[in-house]
C-alpha cells in the first residue's frame, strides 16, 4: 500500500468513526434515550439496566448509521482535501482522481464488512439481550411473549380449508387456540365450524393438536350457532405447518441472521403464506442488495464533495443530502411495493440500489455544470 493510499484511508476512517459516533448518538437521543431516562427516573429499570437497554439498541441503530455516515465522511474529506488544495497537488503529481478513489472504496468495503457483520450477528445478538432484559423487568411490551401464528390450511383445490390462530402466550382466561373450519368454494365459503381452547399442545404422534378445556361450535348455513358443546380434551388433526412456524424463532425480519430468514422464507412458500413469503423475501434479498450501500456512498461522497478552491458554498453536502432524501424515500416504497406484489421481490430489493447509482450519475453531472 502506497504512503498516499495510507494518508487518505486515515483520515477517511478517521472522519468516518466520528461521524458514526454522532449519527448514533443523534439517532439514540430523541426517543431511545429518554426511554431509558424515564425508565430510571420510574425506578423501572436500575441505572445498569438503563445503560444496558441504550447499548442493546446500538446495533440496530448501526445498520442505519453505517452508510449515512460513509457519505458525509467522504463528503467533508474531499471538500477539506479541496479547499486546502492537497487534492490539487495529488493530482498534480500524476496521480488521477480514478487512482485516488481506490483507498475511499476500501474503506467503504471495511464498512460494508462492518454493516454485514452488524446485521448478522450483533443485531441478533442484541435483539435476544434486549428480549431477556424487557422479560425480566416488564419495561417495554415483549414481543417474544406474544407469538402469535395464524395459518391458512387449503384443500387439494385451493380452497380455504381451516383457518388456525394459536397464541401460546395468550393470558390465562384467554383462549390460546381458535380454529375456524371452512366449506363451499368461492363466494359460497363459509364457517360451518369452530374450535376454541384456553391450552393445547402439538402431538407428532397424532399430527393433530391436543386442545383442552375448550367449547365446539357447530354452525348453520346462516352463520348461527347450532350446537355448542365444552370439551375437557380434543385432538384436532392440521398439518403440521402452524407448528413449524410457532417453533421457529420469533422477531422482525432484521433480527435474523441470513441463515435464519433464508430457511423462513422456504418455510413460508412450503406452508403457502405468498403474503408473508413476499414480505419476508424482500428483507432478504435487500440484505444482499444493501451490504454494497456504503461502498457506494463512498465513492459517491467523495465526487459530491469536490470542491473550488475558494468556494464559499457547501455545496457538496447540500447534493449528498438532497440524494441520501431521495434514497430514504425510496427505499421504503420499493420494499412496500415489493410486499405487496407490485414489483417483484428481487427487483425491489434491487431498484434501490440501482437509483443510488444512478441519481449519483445525474448529480454529479450537474455539479459539473452548475459548480
Given at each position: 500500500?502506497?504512503?498516499?493510499?495510507?494518508f487518505?484511508?486515515?483520515?477517511?476512517?478517521l472522519i468516518?468513526?466520528?461521524?458514526?459516533?454522532?449519527?448514533?448518538?443523534?439517532?439514540?437521543?430523541?426517543?431511545?434515550?429518554?426511554?431509558?431516562?424515564?425508565?430510571?427516573?420510574?425506578?423501572?429499570?436500575?441505572?445498569?439496566q438503563?445503560?444496558?437497554?441504550?447499548?442493546?439498541?446500538?446495533?440496530?441503530?448501526?445498520?442505519?448509521?453505517?452508510?449515512?455516515?460513509?457519505?458525509?465522511?467522504?463528503?467533508?474529506?474531499?471538500?477539506?482535501?479541496?479547499?486546502?488544495s492537497?487534492?490539487?497537488?495529488?493530482?498534480?503529481?500524476?496521480v488521477?482522481?480514478?487512482?485516488?478513489?481506490?483507498?475511499?472504496?476500501?474503506?467503504?468495503?471495511?464498512?460494508?464488512?462492518?454493516f454485514?457483520?452488524?446485521?448478522?450477528?450483533?443485531?441478533?445478538?442484541?435483539?435476544?439481550?434486549?428480549?431477556?432484559?424487557?422479560?425480566?423487568?416488564?419495561?417495554?411490551?415483549?414481543?417474544?411473549?406474544?407469538h402469535?401464528?395464524?395459518?391458512?390450511?387449503?384443500?387439494?383445490?385451493?380452497?380455504?380449508?381451516?383457518?388456525?390462530?394459536?397464541?401460546p402466550?395468550?393470558?390465562?382466561?384467554?383462549?390460546?387456540?381458535i380454529?375456524?373450519?371452512?366449506?363451499?368454494k368461492?363466494?359460497?365459503?363459509?364457517?360451518?365450524?369452530?374450535?376454541?381452547?384456553?391450552?393445547?399442545?402439538?402431538?407428532d404422534?397424532?399430527?393433530?393438536?391436543?386442545?383442552?378445556?375448550?367449547?365446539?361450535?357447530?354452525l348453520?348455513?346462516?352463520?348461527i350457532?347450532?350446537?355448542?358443546?365444552s370439551?375437557?380434551?380434543?385432538?384436532?388433526?392440521t398439518?403440521?405447518?402452524?407448528?413449524a412456524f410457532?417453533?421457529?424463532?420469533?422477531?422482525?425480519?432484521t433480527?435474523?441472521?441470513?441463515?435464519?430468514?433464508?430457511?423462513?422464507?422456504?418455510?413460508?412458500?412450503?406452508?403457502?403464506?405468498?403474503?408473508?413469503?413476499?414480505?419476508?423475501?424482500?428483507?432478504?434479498?435487500?440484505?444482499?442488495?444493501l451490504?454494497?450501500?456504503?461502498?457506494?456512498?463512498?465513492?459517491?461522497?467523495?465526487?459530491?464533495?469536490?470542491?473550488?478552491?475558494?468556494?464559499?458554498?457547501?455545496?457538496?453536502?447540500?447534493?449528498?443530502?438532497?440524494?441520501?432524501?431521495?434514497?430514504?424515500?425510496?427505499?421504503?416504497?420499493?420494499?412496500?411495493l415489493?410486499?405487496?406484489?407490485?414489483?417483484?421481490?428481487?427487483?425491489?430489493?434491487?431498484?434501490?440500489?440501482?437509483?443510488?447509482?444512478?441519481?449519483?450519475?445525474?448529480?454529479?453531472?450537474?455539479?459539473q455544470?452548475?459548480?
Amino acid at each position: 500500500m502506497k504512503l498516499l493510499d495510507r494518508f487518505i484511508i486515515s483520515r477517511h476512517a478517521l472522519i468516518a468513526v466520528f461521524a458514526i459516533f454522532v449519527f448514533t448518538v443523534l439517532w439514540l437521543a430523541p426517543e431511545i434515550m429518554f426511554n431509558a431516562i424515564q425508565g430510571v427516573s420510574e425506578h423501572k429499570l436500575t441505572p445498569w439496566q438503563g445503560l444496558a437497554y441504550l447499548i442493546y439498541q446500538v446495533p440496530t441503530v448501526l445498520v442505519y448509521c453505517l452508510p449515512i455516515a460513509t457519505l458525509f465522511a467522504s463528503v467533508f474529506l474531499f471538500r477539506q482535501m479541496s479547499l486546502s488544495s492537497e487534492l490539487t497537488a495529488i493530482m498534480a503529481s500524476g496521480v488521477s482522481f480514478r487512482r485516488i478513489l481506490i483507498p475511499i472504496g476500501m474503506v467503504g468495503a471495511s464498512m460494508s464488512l462492518l454493516f454485514v457483520l452488524t446485521q448478522e450477528w450483533f443485531v441478533p445478538e442484541a435483539s435476544k439481550a434486549l428480549y431477556a432484559l424487557n422479560a425480566q423487568t416488564q419495561f417495554e411490551e415483549n414481543a417474544e411473549e406474544h407469538h402469535q401464528v395464524t395459518y391458512v390450511e387449503r384443500g387439494p383445490d385451493g380452497s380455504m380449508d381451516k383457518f388456525l390462530v394459536i397464541s401460546p402466550k395468550a393470558k390465562t382466561d384467554m383462549n390460546q387456540f381458535i380454529f375456524l373450519f371452512f366449506t363451499g368454494k368461492g363466494p359460497e365459503t363459509r364457517i360451518w365450524r369452530m374450535i376454541t381452547a384456553t391450552q393445547g399442545r402439538w402431538s407428532d404422534q397424532d399430527k393433530g393438536w391436543l386442545l383442552s378445556d375448550g367449547i365446539d361450535y357447530q354452525l348453520n348455513e346462516e352463520g348461527i350457532y347450532q350446537t355448542v358443546a365444552s370439551f375437557g380434551l380434543k385432538l384436532v388433526h392440521t398439518s403440521d405447518m402452524a407448528q413449524a412456524f410457532l417453533s421457529f424463532p420469533p422477531g422482525r425480519p432484521t433480527e435474523y441472521r441470513l441463515a435464519d430468514l433464508q430457511k423462513y422464507v422456504r418455510l413460508l412458500g412450503l406452508g403457502g403464506q405468498s403474503e408473508d413469503e413476499r414480505f419476508y423475501k424482500v428483507r432478504l434479498y435487500q440484505r444482499y442488495f444493501l451490504a454494497f450501500i456504503p461502498i457506494v456512498f463512498a465513492v459517491l461522497g467523495a465526487c459530491l464533495g469536490v470542491e473550488r478552491s475558494r468556494a464559499t458554498r457547501n455545496l457538496g453536502l447540500t447534493y449528498a443530502a438532497v440524494f441520501l432524501l431521495f434514497y430514504n424515500v425510496m427505499v421504503p416504497v420499493c420494499t412496500t411495493l415489493g410486499s405487496i406484489g407490485f414489483l417483484p421481490p428481487l427487483a425491489a430489493a434491487f431498484i434501490p440500489l440501482l437509483l443510488a447509482l444512478g441519481s449519483g450519475k445525474v448529480l454529479l453531472t450537474l455539479r459539473q455544470r452548475f459548480g
